[in-house]
């Protein structure tokens, strides 16, 4: 009997130590799940916006815009839409390219769950605000950008969600297994995506009847767990550099101190041996480049809208297969390529950015959606480039300079703000 209470004993510690190393996964998980349930959604809704209340048109056509019937309203409405998102991402990422300058050096030096809280605050607001935005039928699509997109931004949003939650696993992981704990948190909210999405589409289409509100009620309450679960699991300090918040004599000047700007310009100009500088040039740069293609989906929605005459179903169905696949990927390619072939982080590097090229030459090409779903099955190679590049990035420099993930999402709105 003490055998099988000992044996029971060393299970469960085995279970709590493998519990242990599960941290800022589950507030990616929550968040993207939130986002990719009305990725489709929130696409359509804009549309659906700029159709019935930009140019007054009715619900039968502003419900019906792939039909063949209407397609001269549809490149009409398309046009609104496309300058709606335009701004649109001018306010969403022109003030956290500001923040990420003192963000990434604070947060080396305060930990990472504040600057995270914050930003997930910040896209809660903007989920809520989206509910408000539905109830309000004759507000204008551009009034989503004076309530919900320029306020939400004002919190750091997406860049403080990443930027803080790489550094965060960074801190807490060896450099030996820091690829793989990447790319599993990578795969665990990837995995939302062709859940979220197909959960989004069924809900939308079967359950609610196409109700725009209660989609977006559904995303705020996972933008709540997500904050829940982030105040409750994660430490207030990470690692043993970072001082507690409480030992500022201001809160706002601690934050806004322009010595973290040059901290951050020290931290990615300062001289590193064996040419490191130079290859952590090399990673952001790629990984700027590579965020052309990551910020396509409002116009690939009207894309297939208009070319294929998809309904908001039917690219639900491609995104759920295209996103299934790239789970696949990184959850067997992956670890097969960097752990059982040992291929070096620049070859899988490389293979990604090639799949992701000639994905892109496909969907330009298509004029049937036989080839547009090729296109989806090379893309799905592409996400095993941000995983790869963010650990090269982490083995570069040391645990106190995690202000390097701000550089890279300063690199990635700046980039963003030219689509």
């Known amino acids: ?8 004993v060393s299970v469960r510690n085995k279970f709590l130590k493998y519990l242990s190393y599960i941290t800022v996964e589950p507030t990616l998980v929550l968040y993207m799940m939130a986002f ?4 489709v959604v929130e696409q359509s809704f804009y549309v659906y916006k700029s ?19 209407y397609e001269n309203i549809t490149k009409e409405v398309q046009k609104t839409t496309s300058v709606f998102h335009l701004w649109n991402n001018i306010a969403s990422h022109g003030v956290p390219v500001i923040l990420a300058l003192f963000m990434g050096s604070w947060s080396d030096r305060r930990g990472r769950k504040l600057p995270l809280l914050i930003g997930l605050t910040g896209k809660l607001y903007f989920s809520a ?12 699509v551009e009034y989503i950008i004076y309530t919900a997109s320029a306020p939400s931004a004002m919190t750091g949003a997406d860049v403080a ?45 079967k359950v609610l009847n196409k109700s725009y509100t209660i989609m977006f009620v559904i995303n705020t309450i996972l933008m709540a767990l997500s904050v829940i679960y982030t105040l ?44 490191r500088r130079t290859y952590l040039y090399c990673l952001i740069i790629m990984m700027s480049i590579y965020v052309f293609q990551r910020d396509e989906r409002e116009v690939m929605y009207m894309y297939c809208q208009l070319v294929f005459n998809w309904t908001l179903g039917q690219f639900s169905n491609f995104r759920t297969f295209q996103s299934a696949l790239q789970d696949a990927v990184l959850l067997i390619a992956m670890p097969l390529m960097s752990g059982l072939l040992g291929w070096r ?14 994905a892109r030459i496909f969907y330009s090409a ?42 890279r999402e300063i690199f990635f709105r700046t980039t963003q703000l030219g689509h």
């Open 1 to 8: 009997m003490d055998g099988e209470e000992r044996s029971d």
């Open 36 to 39: 990719m349930t009305t990725s």
């Open 51 to 69: 159709c019935s209340v930009n140019h007054r048109y009715n619900d039968t056509i502003c419900h019906n815009m792939n039909d063949k019937r």
């Open 129 to 140: 605000m989206i509910v408000v935005n539905t109830l309000k039928t004759d507000w204008p």
């Open 161 to 205: 969600i990443f930027a803080a939650a790489y550094a965060y696993l960074c801190d807490v992981s060896s450099p030996r297994h820091r690829t793989t704990r990447v790319t599993i948190m990578e795969v665990c909210y990837l995995a939302t995506m062709p859940t979220g999405v197909a959960l989004g589409s069924f809900l939308f289409n």
């Open 232 to 275: 409750i699991r994660l430490d207030w300090q990470s690692n043993e550099h970072q001082r507690p918040l409480s030992e500022a004599k201001n809160i706002f000047l601690d934050f806004f101190d322009y010595n973290h700007v040059v901290a951050t310009v020290k931290t990615i100009t300062k001289k590193r041996r064996n040419n």
């Open 345 to 358: 982080d620049t070859a899988i590097a490389m293979l990604g950015a090639a799949a992701h090229a000639t």
């Open 366 to 407: 298509a004029n049937v959606a036989y080839v547009f779903y090729i296109g989806g099955v090379f893309a799905s190679f592409g996400p095993i480039v941000a995983p790869v590049i963010r650990s090269m990035v982490s083995k570069i420099v040391s645990n106190s300079e995690k202000v390097v993930y701000s550089l």
